[in-house]
């Protein structure tokens, strides 16, 4: 028997012809399809996916789908074939997703920070209508009431998160402003062969720079001495003491959110993974980083 999502799959009115298609897997804020659509002489292929609002989340689909048609403007993101309320149809691109190992592999951390560039300086110049903002540390703050609300198994913790927060924040500022994809997981980055592709733009917006580099950073294992020269070759500049002081603060942000939206989602998502595990690896991730800040 068909679920719901795959008979809206089948009623959309974009395919050609007949179609087929498969769950992908690896989504944990969408349900994801890959579906061919064949009209006999030719057959397509495209990724469907299919998600609301996700308020607690602060994921807006109308900002994902401007931020996905921006990118793929720029250069840098599959096209959009079709949009309508909570689904979102893209071409689909034959390649190798990422894994943290190969992001790490210098070869291609030199064709990923290019890519990031691009995300930051090009796709705000074809993005269109209301944008939003990333702040992190708006984000914790929410988190933290969300969890609160949820009489979440956290409830003891939030305080000291908090005030860790509120120290990183201080640490961040002044921030640059750009324009943020703000999930670089390995997983969101694919490879053709030819070129590299950045997908999945439901938290994008304008943030520091930091953030995506933080996250890069975190997200993929990176050595202190890839940290530099990612933050030399992006900056095109030697780093100083200041720079990396707010580089070092945005990459703790990065690991406390990630951290906080797993334990939201423990108490939210409907989605079939594993987020109590995940909150545990990331909070010890946090720890870790937070304590080298310190004793910077």
Not at 136 to 144: G, L, P, T
Not at 271 to 295: G, M, P, R, W
Request: aromatic share 10%.
């Amino acid at each position: 028997m068909k679920t719901e999502n795959e008979i809206k799959l089948q009623q959309l009115p974009c395919w050609k012809g007949e179609i087929s298609f498969q769950p992908l897997s690896g989504g944990i804020t969408n349900v994801n399809y890959l579906v061919s659509d064949s009209d006999g002489d030719t057959e397509s292929q495209y990724v469907v996916r299919i998600g609301e609002d996700i308020p607690v989340h602060q994921v807006m689909r109308f900002n994902e789908l401007a931020a996905s048609q921006a990118a793929f403007a720029a250069g840098i993101s599959p096209e959009v074939i079709h949009h309508q309320v909570g689904i979102l149809v893209l071409q689909y691109i034959q390649s190798q997703t990422l894994n943290p190992e190969m992001v790490r592999a210098q070869p291609m951390l030199e064709r990923i920070l290019p890519l990031i560039k691009s995300c930051h300086e090009a796709l705000p110049k074809h993005f269109r209508g209301a944008a939003l903002i990333f702040w992190v540390f708006h984000v914790i703050r929410d988190y933290a009431s969300t969890l609160k609300e949820g009489r979440s198994q956290y409830l003891s913790l939030l305080p000291e998160l908090l005030e860790m927060a509120q120290a990183l924040e201080r640490a961040s500022n002044p921030a640059q402003i750009v324009f943020g994809h703000n999930d670089l997981l390995a997983a969101n980055i694919l490879d053709d062969g030819s070129r590299l592709w950045l997908i999945d733009w439901d938290y994008a917006g304008f943030n520091s720079p930091l953030f995506d580099l933080g996250g890069l950073a975190s997200n993929n294992g990176f050595s202190e001495k890839q940290e530099v020269w990612m933050l030399e070759n992006y900056f095109e500049k030697p780093i100083n003491e200041l720079l990396l002081g707010q580089y070092q603060a945005m990459k703790c942000a990065s690991l406390l959110r990630e951290t906080m939206w797993s334990m939201v989602s423990e108490i939210h998502s409907q989605i079939d993974f594993d987020f109590v595990t995940y909150s545990q690896e990331n909070l010890a991730a946090f720890h870790s980083a937070y304590q080298l800040f310190k004793q910077s």
